[in-house]
Nanobody, 119 residues
Framework: QVQLVESGGGLVQPGESLRLSCVAS????????MNWYRQAPGKERELFAA????????NYADSVKGRFTISRDNAKNTVYLQMTSLKPEDTAVYYC????????????WGQGTQVTVSS
């Protein structure tokens, strides 16, 4: 059974930090590119961070570049998102996504974790 389980979300004040984790099971994690998406109320889901199966290179949207860091531990089947200098506009549901490329593209999704940045 394929599962992606995010954790680490919560309510923080502007300028604070959070670390999200996403634990994968049921598929070959080490062969997948891992992405973080987020979706704010009334907005489309946005891809903002990506990491290759080998752990690099990484890519970031301009909105999070320099503040967020994506990393992974293939031995633990886990991808992380370190978020610093959080802003109210970072408030969203955060999803991890695994992409497996073979004969066809297969996407796996987590259930999401809420991050709220508010004073």
């Amino acid at each position: 059974q394929v599962q992606l389980v995010e954790s680490g979300g919560g309510l923080v004040q502007p300028g604070e930090s959070l670390r999200l984790s996403c634990v994968a099971s049921g598929f070959t994690f080490s062969r997948c590119t891992m992405n973080w998406y987020r979706q704010a109320p009334g907005k489309e889901r946005e891809l903002f961070a990506a990491i290759t199966s080998a752990g690099g290179p990484t890519n970031y949207a301009d909105s999070v570049k320099g503040r967020f860091t994506i990393s992974r531990d293939n031995a633990k089947n886990t991808v992380y998102l370190q978020m610093t200098s959080l802003k109210p506009e970072d408030t969203a549901v955060y999803y991890c996504n695994a992409v497996k490329i073979g004969w066809a593209r297969i996407d796996y999704w987590g259930q999401g974790t809420q991050v709220t940045v508010s004073s």
